[in-house]
């Protein structure tokens, strides 16, 4: 049987397959522009990881598909059948099943959601929140280091953008985001750094960017500083700083800030005054990351203080549309969540190269307690052994993390490090405490080790570095004695090392005793379903490359090109924006009418009205005027202070627009502002084969500026990488590796490249160089494509794999393509692709040539070089 998460990905799939329909296309434009191709069905992703479009893609299929269904709602539709949707539910016992055939299905979740006592024998109480949720509450899950953060901002940003770009769509227009504690909520920080113009098409993130406010609430506060009623709000809080409860505030930051003489009273009013400025905000979603916080071993108590919150919100917030859940984990002590639409693993991380790789490096000892010394001297010895001279890509070392019970067991095996440092000739300088007890300075020393000149590599730790430390550095930890906590202590510490980072290849690595290795076996299990003995097994699937330039100053490709303006009609005479007030719908309009009972002689009717119809106007939803001014401006590319001008003059000064009235508004700007021609030129262009702005700059050691960018790759597919200093032998003249290594998607591409390398070599005088271009197609990293219109309609980037350029400017442009390619529509022979380079070479005739070699092997022959040598040759 399948769980609802998998079924939703066959469905996600099926619909990506087809575009994304839906009412709103503009969500199918931000879908696809999450990546890019790179090859015939090869797609490179732009920003967000593999994990992160597969919740983003689910996320939206919910929404728009779906239509924001509650999640049991959600489950009686796709399983349908009584028994199927028990099955799936997990509700197989025979007690359950007796039970169903006496009382029938309504009855059992009556029962589920009102008996504590059939819960409790059961094991239901994550089936029972699912069951009495009166909103959409979804979980996605996704392992550490799949970037749960920046899913949040993505989700929440495309949100916004669709509520820009449609005001009648029901989108979210305000984002509560809470988390447990406040080392969560540091975490949280990131959301203000997410590249979000990496995530929305540019006309989309621009309205974005103009609307999006930000704000992290602060100690002592008694109120958020949002206005009340407005949109497009993030704020971020913790769940102390939100939910209904007394907070605590020391009594030195109540000060003069309230009038209160009750102390209690105080904390009250800090708490209810933050709750009504966030149930002001309309078209409201809540964010909680790490939610099995919500669930947990106290979930009684945790949940009712979270869901207080929400079930507030709900009430009062004027259309809370949803609630998102994010964390590491599907289950709640071996109970699956019932609430989870995605589950991404730590196996699919690891394979993904998302996290560190530790198969085969799972380290357990068996030793006493009072040979603890002994465990941590070999622990730092192995250590050093192997990883002493590991580094980032960026510099750092790599460190250890050893974690203790208690603060008296790190200080009695301190010394035992600090020894073994010195017998592997370390100083122990690079020893880090972070406990309860640590002072500023060691504080602040922990906040900066992802700092590459830090030279602290051995940290210890009691009570610190779990969840929510971000360390990509830490290459091992290692438990020292038997951890006697709860909360999956043992878990979240002997993960921290699995973080990755592009560029790495190098394994983590866990120590353990044999009592935290059983420890850790269950909590695995119990929290990710996996075992340690899959987490020993897994590999890496793929692996990441860092791609470097070589050559940053290229000369540009020179073509001349059709250029498409479109511009004003200047025939038409262009009068300032002047809109009317449109009459208010009829859909949204209340009238009333009085009849009296009378006899008439032209009907059998005797109800007669008297006096005319009244129409009665009612609430309706509005926008302030910038906003409506934001959405209107950016439609209809015209000025957004004109627009809000007109708007304040037809609503007065509090410009407060009806929504019903945006469609009339528009129309009255298209109609003003149509008068547009599409002209055609020729014109030359000067192409950028290579934009160094595009890439990741950095200084290396010896302060050297370099471009660079991550690919990730298949492993099975690592022989088609090649670097230029493997050619250096027989490439003489330094040809090609304008970046490397290149990534060619096909044998036949690294076999042509590798044979035209032998020619020009022996070629040299007249030939500039060669480049190859099909692995580079970014935008935002070379000019060189063309666009084409694929079968749909869309428009397509399309970008050749060769350019082999003469001194005297002249080009030959080449494609590489299985035989079993020639007749197809897009990439044959007269496809789609191959009609726009030729119209290219069309154009620039004295300029361009354009050969395509369509291959039924694993190589290019030397017969199917013929054109290409002789171009290099002059004939």
Not at 840 to 847: I, K, M, Q, S, Y
Request: glycine share 4%; hydrophobic share 40%; charged share 25%.
């Amino acid at each position: 049987m399948k769980n609802l998460d998998q079924l939703l990905a066959e469905l996600v799939q099926q619909w990506r397959e087809a575009d994304y329909p839906c009412d709103y296309p503009a969500i199918a434009e931000i879908l696809e522009y999450q990546e890019h191709f790179i090859a015939p069905g090869v797609k490179l992703a732009r920003y967000l990881r593999k994990p992160q479009i597969r919740a983003l893609e689910t996320y939206w299929y919910l929404r728009l598909v779906a239509k924001t269904p509650r999640i049991f709602d959600l489950y009686q539709k796709l399983f349908p059948k009584p028994r199927e949707l028990r099955e799936t539910l997990g509700l197989t016992s025979d007690a359950i099943r007796d039970y169903v055939e006496d009382n029938g299905p309504d009855a059992l979740w009556e029962r589920i959601k009102t008996d504590d006592q059939f819960v409790s024998d059961l094991n239901l109480e994550s089936l029972r929140e699912t069951l009495t949720l009166d909103y959409p509450s979804y979980i996605l899950a996704l392992a550490m280091g799949a970037g749960k953060t920046i899913l949040i901002g993505a989700i929440i940003a495309t949100e916004f953008a669709m509520a820009l770009d449609s005001s009648q769509g029901g989108f979210v227009e305000n984002a509560l985001v809470f988390a447990p504690g406040k080392t969560i909520i540091e975490s949280l920080r990131e959301l203000a750094e997410v590249r979000y113009d990496q995530i929305l098409p540019p006309l989309l993130y621009k309205s974005f960017a103009a609307s999006v406010k930000l704000t992290f609430t602060r100690d002592g506060e008694k109120d958020i500083p949002v206005i009340r009623g407005s949109s497009f709000n993030i704020v971020v809080t913790n769940t102390e700083k939100i939910r209904i409860q007394k907070e605590t505030i020391r009594k030195s930051d109540i000060g003069n800030l309230f009038s209160l003489t009750n102390e209690d009273e105080a904390r009250s009013e800090v708490a209810n005054l933050r709750l009504q400025a966030i149930a002001s905000l309309p078209h409201l979603a809540v964010f909680s990351d790490e939610a099995h916080h919500t669930y947990g071993q106290t979930m009684g108590k945790d949940l009712k203080k979270v869901r207080q919150t929400v079930d507030y919100l709900h009430q009062t917030s004027p259309n809370l549309i949803c609630v998102v859940n994010t964390t590491g984990t599907p289950y709640f002590e071996r109970q699956p969540l019932r609430d989870v639409v995605i589950w991404y693993g730590l196996s699919e991380g690891i394979a993904d190269n998302i996290l560190k790789d530790v198969a085969g490096n799972i380290q357990a000892y068996d030793f006493d307690d009072d040979k603890a010394n002994k465990f941590v001297a070999e622990v730092v010895t192995d250590f050093f052994r192997d990883y002493a001279d590991v580094k980032l890509p960026d510099g750092s070392p790599a460190k250890l993390a050893l974690y203790f019970p208690q603060t008296d067991d790190l200080e009695e095996l301190r010394p035992a490090v600090e020894a073994a440092l010195v017998s592997v000739g370390q100083s122990p300088d690079i020893v880090l405490r972070n406990t309860s007890e640590s002072s500023q300075q060691e504080i602040d020393a922990f906040n900066r080790l992802n700092d590459p000149t830090s030279h602290y590599r051995v940290i210890l730790l009691v009570n610190k570095g779990t969840e929510g430390w971000n360390c990509p550095s830490l290459f091992a930890c290692a438990l020292a004695r038997k951890l006697r906590t709860s909360n999956n202590f043992v878990l979240q510490a002997s993960t921290r090392c699995l973080r990755q980072v592009p560029g790495n290849t190098e394994s983590a690595r866990i120590y353990l005793s044999m009592d935290n290795r059983a420890i850790l076996d269950r909590q695995l299990q119990e929290t990710y379903g996996e075992s340690i003995k899959d987490l020993d097994q897994i590999g890496h699937e793929t692996a990441i490359a860092t791609l470097t330039l070589r050559k940053i100053d290229l000369p540009p490709l020179n073509v001349i090109q059709i250029i498409r303006t479109v511009e004003r009609d200047a025939s038409v005479q262009s009068d300032p924006l002047k809109l009317e007030k449109p009459q208010t719908s009829a859909q949204n309009t209340l009238t009333r009418a009085t009849f009296t009972i009378a006899e008439q002689q032209a009907t059998y009717r005797v109800l007669q009205q008297l006096g005319e119809t009244v129409a009665l106007q009612g609430s309706e939803d509005t926008l302030d005027a910038y906003t409506a001014a934001v959405q209107l401006a950016s439609t209809y590319r015209v000025d957004v202070w004109a627009v809000r001008e007109q708007l304040i003059r037809l609503y007065g000064q509090s410009g407060e627009v009806p929504t019903t009235h945006l469609d009339d508004l528009a129309r009255q700007i298209e109609d003003q502002t149509r008068h547009y021609i599409v002209t055609e030129e020729q014109v030359e262009v000067a192409l950028a084969l290579v934009k160094p702005d595009g890439f990741n700059k950095g200084v290396t050691g010896e302060g050297v500026e370099v471009y660079t960018a991550e690919i990730v790759y298949p492993k099975d597919r690592e022989s088609l990488l090649l670097s230029w200093d493997k050619l250096l032998p027989r490439n003489s003249h330094g040809f090609g590796f304008h970046y490397t290594p290149y990534n060619f998607d096909s044998n036949p591409e690294l076999s042509f490249f590798e044979q035209m390398l032998n020619q020009l070599n022996l070629k040299s005088a007249e030939i500039e160089d060669i480049y190859f271009t099909g692995a580079l197609t970014d935008p935002a990293k070379t000019d060189f494509y063309v666009e084409y219109k694929d079968d749909k309609g869309k428009w397509r980037r399309y970008t050749p794999d060769f350019i082999i350029r003469k001194k005297n400017g002249k080009c030959l442009i080449v494609e590489i393509k299985a035989e079993n390619r020639k007749d197809d529509p897009i990439d044959g022979q007269v496809g789609r692709k191959a009609m726009a380079i030729r119209k290219w070479a069309e154009l620039n005739p004295d300029r361009i040539k354009y050969e395509m070699i369509f291959t039924p092997a694993d190589v290019v022959t030397t017969d199917q070089m013929t054109a290409a040598r002789r171009f290099v040759e002059g004939e």
